[in-house]
């Protein structure tokens, strides 16, 4: 039973945070602020990756100030390369976890572009292109292709850069959006 109880935890977790998008989506930002502040503080720190993951991904859209916005796809990203397949595995969505890198490296270089920052945008929009090759052949993995593509001619157009991307690993996390399409829960 209590094995059970365990596996049924994460999609009760997973099913609140839904919630919350979908508030978001709906245009309450501040309560989904608010709430996913909330589950953040519940799920704590260091709380199961897959749950800092999304509700830091998507706690990063409702942030007004851009600085905030990277610091929760920072997290997002650092709770990313914490996840196994394994993890994803107990979750109603079959996902793999390189599934998630080229959305979260797309949010980042959109961040730094933001900031003004356009070689830190480039090393991560350099990551998302590199890990685009796990998204499926769907209108979610067409929107995250599409918004790489369009912020690499938006970044053709600023201050050139004398160094090239940091390249991320040929395998897994960083290898094989302005604002991406996110994945409704």
């Not at 993995?141 to 599409?146: F, L």
């Not at 940091?166 to 302005?178: A, D, F, I, N, R």
């Amino acid at each position: 039973m209590a094995e059970r109880q365990g596996q049924t935890a994460p999609d009760a977790v997973m099913s609140r945070i839904g919630q919350v998008v979908m508030l978001h989506h709906g245009g309450d930002r501040e309560e989904a602020r608010d709430r996913f502040l909330g589950l953040w503080a519940e799920i704590g720190e260091d709380g199961d990756p897959l749950h800092r993951c999304t509700v830091a991904h998507y706690m990063a859209d409702t942030q007004d100030d851009p600085a905030d916005e990277l610091a929760w796809d920072l997290r997002a990203l650092s709770a990313a390369e914490e996840l196994s397949d394994e993890r994803l595995g107990r979750h109603d969505g079959v996902l793999a976890v390189r599934a998630f890198f080229p959305s979260l490296h797309l949010n980042l270089a959109a961040d730094y572009v933001k900031l003004g920052r356009c070689d830190a945008a480039r090393t991560h929009l350099h990551r998302a292109r590199g890990a685009a090759g796990a998204l499926g052949d769907d209108g979610y993995g067409d929107g995250i292709r599409s918004a790489i593509a369009r912020l690499e001619r938006r970044l053709a157009t600023e201050t050139p850069t004398n160094s090239p991307p940091e390249p991320g690993p040929p395998e897994g996390p960083g290898g094989e959006t302005l604002g991406p399409p996110r994945r409704r829960s």
